[in-house]
């Protein structure tokens, strides 16, 4: 069975950093892709960041582009997301998401999520 699971949420002033973790279990993860999203309350699942490709390129939502950077860890089945500069816009529920199938910015596009763990950040 494929799990992800994520790790390292909290409450954190602003200005300040957070890393997020994401491990996965059930198969190997080194050859897909793996992303990050974000859900604030009320909102849409947003994109923020993926590793893809054999060359394991990465890309950003312009929104935190600068200040996060996703890596991945492929002997440890686990990817990423160092969190710099924090704002209070980016209080949110961040999901893990992997095996992607269409555009790399698209929540419909993957097929495995994590449960999600929480980002405040006060303002």
């Known amino acids: 069975q494929v799990q992800l699971v994520e790790s390292g949420g909290g409450l954190v002033q602003s200005g300040g950093s957070l890393r997020l973790s994401c491990a996965g279990s059930?198969?190997?993860?080194?050859?897909?892709?793996m992303a990050w999203f974000r859900q604030a309350p009320g909102k849409e699942r947003g994109f923020v960041a993926v590793s893809i490709g054999h060359d394991y390129s990465t890309y950003y939502a312009d929104s935190v582009r600068g200040r996060f950077t996703i890596s991945r860890d492929n002997a440890k089945n686990t990817v990423y997301l160092q969190m710099n500069s924090l704002k209070a816009e980016d209080t949110a529920v961040y999901y893990c998401a992997a095996w992607l199938t269409g555009t790399h910015a698209s929540p419909l596009s993957y097929t495995y999520w994590g449960q999600g763990t929480q980002v405040t950040v006060s303002s």
């Open positions: 059930g198969r190997t993860f080194s050859n897909v892709a």
